[in-house]
């Protein structure tokens, strides 16, 4: 049968086609949502927890899909009529590319040959998806592309989206350190920021813009959506939607989540994605600190151990002195600046509380949600100046965009499986500083066996063991006996 592709906007791909065509598309592009049984709605038989990413009502599905939309017509031996909109651009020529990179560089600024790859894919596809770690330079290849198509999109301007204040004034700073001016340039939109501006560049947190009417993104050109893992958020990808005529949309992320529907949710908003580097490649290169992974299993006393919940689990780790008491003492006899992050504000509070009591004389800070962005900055800035402080703080805040040169040691003072968290926070402690090259992880995990059943956090360690390995990451793991 023949089956015809045509570009509907820069969200969308139409596809005509029969019925029976279309419900194969359905049944293809269907994806169960991980651990969708445990949502209320699906408990409630509101919804049966899969997402359809093809509608055979209006025939459309997200455009940045259709490499995998081509190829599953022609497995299924379709014939593909294209429109003249979806025939690929002419290739964008490298060495111009290349040019116009090292033309950015000032100072100790030099473009790394993986960022130019990046660079150029993007420039030759109008659109993409980068998958590039933490301290691999992100906000340079974000900088790189705005300066371009500031060249090229006349009289649109640029959004740049990131998911905390924080980011809106790291992204601004570092355009800054680049040699540029900003303050000409940009715009910082967040809570109380005008929406209006006169300014090419709008760095704005998507809290900030998600409810505006569709009308009010017209005046952009190019999308950037930094940490784009978070756009599988419903009100993220309503901001995309809603740039139904924006030509250049870009996605950067450290990492994805693992998860197939994840993937293809963010392809579609952008393009396939490419990987422009990895930690382990970044490490070799010297580009970023050395990382030791100490994995210290924790084995609770037999009294402390019988049948929880996953919640009861976690309130009993969070609340344990003796858990507690091990991790004080444990980041009070590390050297350097050390960063314990945690799930709960109580666990937090307990153990700001107990490390100022120990140590009065050092420096102690104790960063959650309320911490204002001023705040946490002004912390950032003091650490980079410090040689003993401690950070504690909640994973929320400082797994992901806190900018740290001077972090030495890092605990997981909770548990934690999500890859995106685990990756994102391990990137906190890998960027170079000139006292130093090595950042030491304490991943905390905590044996509770009852009756020859392992316990739930015990399994949320395996998980943060398959991520080290499938990261190239050296670890070693050290049983200790928990006192009581």
């Known amino acids: 049968?023949?089956?015809?592709?045509?570009?509907?906007?820069?969200?969308?791909?139409?596809?005509?086609?029969?019925?029976?065509?279309?419900?194969?598309?359905?049944?293809?592009?269907?994806?169960?949502?991980?651990?969708?049984?445990?949502?209320?709605?699906?408990?409630?038989?509101?919804?049966?927890?899969?997402?359809?990413?093809?509608?055979?009502?209006t025939g459309k599905i997200y455009l940045g899909l259709l490499p995998y939309v081509r190829r599953f017509l022609a497995e299924q031996g379709h014939k593909i009529q294209y429109d003249s909109s979806l025939i690929p651009p002419q290739k964008f020529d490298k060495k111009i590319t290349t040019k116009f990179v090292r033309s950015l560089e000032k100072g100790k600024l030099r473009a790394r040959n993986y960022q130019i790859d990046a660079i150029h894919n993007i420039l030759t596809n109008d659109r993409g998806l980068i998958l590039s770690p933490t301290g691999s330079g992100k906000s340079f290849i974000i900088y790189a592309l705005v300066r371009y198509y500031l060249k090229v999109i006349d009289d649109k301007k640029i959004l740049i989206i990131v998911p905390t204040t924080n980011l809106v004034e790291q992204m601004y700073n570092d355009f800054a350190d680049y040699g540029w001016f900003p303050d000409e340039h940009c715009h910082k939109l967040y809570a109380g920021s005008d929406k209006n501006t006169s300014k090419e560049v709008v760095i704005s947190t998507w809290q900030s813009i998600y409810k505006l009417d569709k009308r009010y993104f017209n005046q952009f050109g190019a999308v950037f959506v930094d940490e784009c893992h978070l756009a599988k958020a419903k009100s993220l990808t309503g901001i995309m939607t809603k740039l139904h005529d924006c030509q250049y949309r870009i996605g950067t992320t450290g990492t994805l989540d693992g998860s197939e529907i994840h993937q293809l949710v963010l392809e579609g908003l952008f393009a396939k994605h490419k990987e422009a580097t990895t930690t382990a490649k970044l490490v070799k290169q010297k580009y970023l600190s050395n990382l030791?992974?100490?994995?210290?299993?924790?084995?609770?006393?037999?009294?402390?151990?019988?049948?929880?919940?996953?919640?009861?689990?976690?309130?009993?780790?969070?609340?344990?002195?003796?858990?507690?008491?091990?991790?004080?003492?444990?980041?009070?006899?590390?050297?350097?600046?050390?960063?314990?992050?945690?799930?709960?504000?109580?666990?937090?509070?307990?153990?700001?509380?107990?490390?100022?009591?120990?140590?009065?004389?050092?420096?102690?800070?104790?960063?959650?949600?309320?911490?204002?962005?001023?705040?946490?900055?002004?912390?950032?800035?003091?650490?980079?100046?410090?040689?003993?402080?401690?950070?504690?703080?909640?994973y929320g805040v400082f797994s992901m965009g806190i900018n740290i040169k001077r972090l030495h040691n890092i605990i997981f003072g909770s548990p934690y499986k999500s890859q995106v968290k685990v990756l994102q926070s391990i990137g906190r402690g890998l960027r170079l500083a000139d006292d130093k090259t090595e950042c030491s992880l304490f991943d905390i995990a905590d044996d509770m066996m009852y009756n020859n059943r392992r316990n739930y956090t015990l399994k949320h360690f395996e998980e943060r063991i398959n991520i080290y390995s499938q990261q190239e990451f050296g670890y070693e793991i050290l049983p200790i006996k928990l006192k009581s």
């Not at 049948?307 to 009993?316: F, L, P, S």
């Not at 003796?322 to 050297?335: G, P, Q, V």
Request: charged share 30%; glycine share 4%.
């Open 292 to 394: 030791n992974i100490r994995c210290m299993v924790l084995n609770h006393v037999k009294s402390n151990r019988k049948q929880r919940t996953y919640q009861e689990e976690m309130d009993y780790l969070s609340k344990s002195p003796a858990r507690n008491n091990f991790i004080c003492k444990l980041a009070l006899s590390r050297d350097g600046n050390t960063l314990i992050l945690a799930q709960y504000i109580k666990q937090l509070e307990t153990l700001t509380l107990a490390l100022k009591d120990h140590s009065p004389d050092r420096k102690i800070f104790f960063v959650y949600g309320a911490t204002e962005a001023t705040e946490r900055d002004n912390i950032r800035g003091i650490v980079e100046e410090e040689e003993n402080a401690i950070i504690v703080a909640s």
């Open 1 to 57: 049968m023949d089956v015809t592709l045509t570009k509907f906007n820069e969200v969308y791909l139409r596809i005509k086609c029969e019925p029976s065509v279309a419900k194969e598309l359905s049944e293809f592009f269907t994806f169960e949502v991980p651990n969708a049984k445990f949502m209320p709605s699906v408990r409630n038989r509101l919804w049966d927890g899969k997402i359809r990413l093809f509608s055979p009502g």
